[in-house]
């Protein structure tokens, strides 16, 4: 599947079995990031503040970049660069126990942390038209045997919301950062290497790449192209 489209006037150029569903492997970070991002600007808590990581965020079979372990902590806003230059899926459970655990807790109700926030991305998806997309985790991947689908038109939507968001870019234009990891009490400094190989090449300045089993190598590309006018 492919769509191309214009991000200020929506004018969709190209497209091909744009609303079939398909798994979108780590695409759905994505909309780990957002939920993050809405939550904060409602909340007004930072993203710097630290989560701190739980074996639960490491039992899945996906990426772990970073090599976190069971209590480590490291700030939001390092989580959401290692879920979106690097797809580590042991980040954006972190992302979605910490947010998951606070949306339950100001509303006074149990649960588990990690359904709420995948409640929350699913929510985001329907505000924003998505009507071929279930979300089924925080990270994308084929586990649980239950995965995650959307459609290129869907992404398509999610990453034009993105991109109205202004921090949004700053987590995915990016090629390398250093984040920083508390274990132990001692600051740990790691390199980010992001996965979109893509990036800088001519004016392309994002967005996300996915893989796995079930869906195959799938991205997103944001690039700035100069105007033009039709005479």
Partial sequence: ?????????????????????????GLAKIATALV???????????????ATVTPADLQVGGANELGLQPGDQVTLRDLIYASMMT????????LAEFVGNDVLMRRS????????FVSQMNKLAGREGCTHTRFTNAHGLDFGGSATFSSAADMARLTLYALSRAPFRFYTNQKTREIGVIRGGQRLSLQLHNTN??????????VKTGNSPQSGGCVIITEERPGTVMK
């Fill in 197 to 206: 190989a893509l990036l800088g090449v001519g004016t392309i300045d994002g």
């Fill in 1 to 25: 599947s492919v769509i191309a489209v214009d991000l200020y006037n929506k004018k969709v150029h190209i497209e091909s079995g744009a609303n079939t569903k398909r798994p979108v492997g």
């Fill in 109 to 116: 109700k149990r649960g588990n942390p990690f359904s709420e």
């Fill in 36 to 50: 993050t991002l809405d939550w904060s600007d409602t909340t007004k808590v930072g993203l710097n503040v630290l």
């Fill in 87 to 94: 797809g580590d899926a042991a980040a954006a459970n972190a």
